[in-house]
Nanobody, 124 residues
Framework: QVQLVESGGGLAQPGGSLRLSCAAS????????MSWARQAPGKGLEWVSG????????YIADSVKGRFTISRDKAKNTVYLQVNSLKPGDTALYYC?????????????????WGKGTLVTVSS
């Protein structure tokens, strides 16, 4: 069955960095678009970053542009989110998401599997 397991979250100071990982299994990794989304306390879901299955296009939210970078390792079936220059406003539960097809929908209803999330807390 499909599994998405996030890791790498934790407590970071403002200006710090973390690398979030999402280990995927149970499907043909290279055939599906993948995304990261986050939910801050008391707020709605925000799409952070994603890529088409063929890597032809990458999305990065304006709120994190220049600070966050998405990448993948096809050999390891893993998606990464490098998060730099962290701000308190980046505090959130970060979810890895598998799209239902090769294109990014950036829509809740376009996602067919979600990970359980990894918590990022930015505080001094």
């Amino acid at each position: 069955q499909v599994q998405l397991v996030e890791s790498g979250g934790g407590l970071a100071q403002p200006g710090g960095s973390l690398r979030l990982s999402c280990a995927a299994s149970g499907f043909t990794f290279s055939s599906y678009a993948m995304s990261w989304a986050r939910q801050a306390p008391g707020k709605g879901l925000e799409w952070v970053s994603g890529f088409y299955s063929d890597g032809s296009d990458t999305y990065i939210a304006d709120s994190v542009k220049g600070r966050f970078t998405i990448s993948r390792d096809k050999a390891k079936n893993t998606v990464y989110l490098q998060v730099n220059s962290l701000k308190p406003g980046d505090t959130a539960l970060y979810y890895c998401a598998k799209e239902g097809g090769p294109s990014m929908s950036r829509d809740y209803y376009g996602i067919d599997y979600w990970g359980k999330g990894t918590l990022v807390t930015v505080s001094s």
